[in-house]
């Protein structure tokens, strides 16, 4: 977080994740050129940094432009990743299935499998899962069997614990009609070996991490995750302890990497860099990460080296402001065919609509991942809008409505971390009961978002 006092329409093209998928394929490894190429953006004049602006929209679709182009560039090979590792990850081989499911006729329910009409003599042995098959059953026999336990040769049903009784001869009589099949599970009811259970393309969710165990599997092929490293620049931050002479705590440190990891980022390295144009220069041409996050030091001050270094490196500014409050510095650059820079405000909320704006997009192009269904809700209270730009607000989601929630400044953490979702408030503000759309909080969502590991 810097201080704030020195950090001063296009259609959304729909995200083809069988496109991006294609791009990824065996390859030795990414050609990384140098810069060249691109040719240095012209200079950069304050006065005019609002109409060069990019309106909100665009942005996000120049962001997943340059993803979709990156994903060609580098032409990264699928990775093989156990199941606990793959929550997450985009399926990039189909998921067919190894065996049949079930692989065996098994019982759907503890009680008794039974054999022609009642009643029925119980053997003196159960049947219980994990078991090998059992011995067949006559006419006129049952044997007590555990859920998920082979059916025995020769059964003709499964009847419940609690539909049936014993004489006091011992012998079995249901208390209602027992159905030929009923609770057993047929070999294969589920698919067969060969069967293709999810396309490539597929988000690995919890469910989907179970039903490749299921069939099977050890291990996914899947897309690799984008690898990022975060830069939190300034002299003035603090990492414990209380605010004081002037110096201010970093929240973004703490804060930005679990949040690119919900997004599906592998995040390497995060660096404090102070105020030196020299240390900002080596940091971003020494990694290799697929994205560079930068926080602050996207204004034109005389400490803010993030253009500075772009210009001298030759980077491309492919987003160079955006029309959104808070936020309206960021920046998206090409730094190399396969590698970007999303510049991000230094005070928190502004950093939180850069990430959300430029990151967002481009890691989930870059990881395959399908982009979310947009969708509106009223709003609840009326919101004071930007005369010209989008302004992002934090609301909670009640019922059928959202609400906007206070301390909804540039520089404040306390509405966004109490939120469910940002507004999209257009510009000159919205009325209550209008429709706004709504980006939702990768955690707030209940999907898969919520591994920050």
């Known amino acids: 977080m810097t201080s704030p006092g020195t950090r ?88 067919a299935a190894l065996t049949d499911l079930p692989s065996f006729d098994t019982s759907a329910m503890d009680g008794w499998a039974v054999a022609g009409p009642g009643p029925w003599t119980v053997r003196d042995e159960g049947v219980l899962a994990g078991h090998a098959e059992p011995e067949p059953l006559t006419d006129g026999e049952a044997v007590r069997i555990a859920t998920g336990a082979r059916i025995p040769p020769d059964t003709t049903a499964v009847l419940r614990t609690e539909h049936g009784r014993t004489d006091e001869r011992g012998r ?72 004081h002479d002037g110096l201010i705590r970093d929240a973004l440190g703490p804060m930005l990497p679990p949040w690119l990891r919900a997004l599906g980022a592998e995040v390497g390295s995060v660096r404090r860099i102070g105020d030196d144009a020299k240390a900002v220069h080596r940091a971003v041409t020494t990694s290799d990460a697929d994205l560079i996050v930068t926080t602050g030091g996207t204004a034109a001050g005389p400490v803010d080296h993030v253009r500075p270094t772009l210009r001298r490196i030759g980077a491309e500014l492919l987003v160079d402001g955006v029309k959104v409050r808070p936020g309206h510095p960021m920046l998206l650059a090409r730094l190399k065919d396969d590698q970007h820079l999303v510049g991000l405000p230094g005070n928190p909320l502004a950093a939180v609509s850069g990430l959300l704006t430029l990151a967002e997009p481009l890691l989930r192009t870059l990881a395959a991942r399908p982009a979310p ?81």
Do not use: K
């Open 8 to 95: 001063a329409d296009a259609e959304t093209e729909d995200l083809d994740v069988e496109e991006a998928l294609a791009l990824v394929r065996d390859n030795p490894g990414p050609a990384r050129p140098g810069p060249g190429g691109h040719g240095a953006p012209a200079p950069h004049h304050p006065a005019d940094s609002h109409h060069r602006a990019t309106s909100w929209p665009e942005a996000r679709a120049t962001a997943e432009r340059a993803a979709r182009a990156a994903a060609r560039a580098a032409r990264r090979t699928p990775v093989s990743v156990p199941l606990d590792a793959a929550l997450g990850l985009t399926l990039a081989a189909p998921l």
């Open 373 to 453: 269904e947009p969708y509106t809700l009223p709003l609840r209270d009326a919101v004071h809008g930007h005369p010209y730009d989008t302004r992002l607000v934090p609301v909670v989601l009640r019922g059928e409505g959202a609400v906007p929630l206070h301390y909804n400044g540039p520089a404040m953490l306390r509405g966004i971390a109490a939120a469910d979702a940002l507004a999209a408030v257009p510009p000159g503000g919205a009325r209550a009961g209008q429709e706004a759309e709504l980006l939702d909080l990768p955690w707030a969502t209940g999907g898969i978002g919520v591994c920050f590991t």
């Open 172 to 243: 079995l009589h249901p208390t209602r009609d027992v159905v030929h099949g009923q609770d057993i599970r047929p070999r294969g009811q589920e698919c067969r070996s060969g069967d293709q259970l999810l396309p490539v393309g597929t988000l690995a969710t919890p469910a989907v991490l179970g039903l490749a165990a299921a069939a099977g599997y050890d291990t996914l092929t899947a897309v690799p995750r984008p690898r990022v490293d975060v830069l939190v620049l300034g002299d003035e931050l603090l990492t414990e302890g209380l605010p």
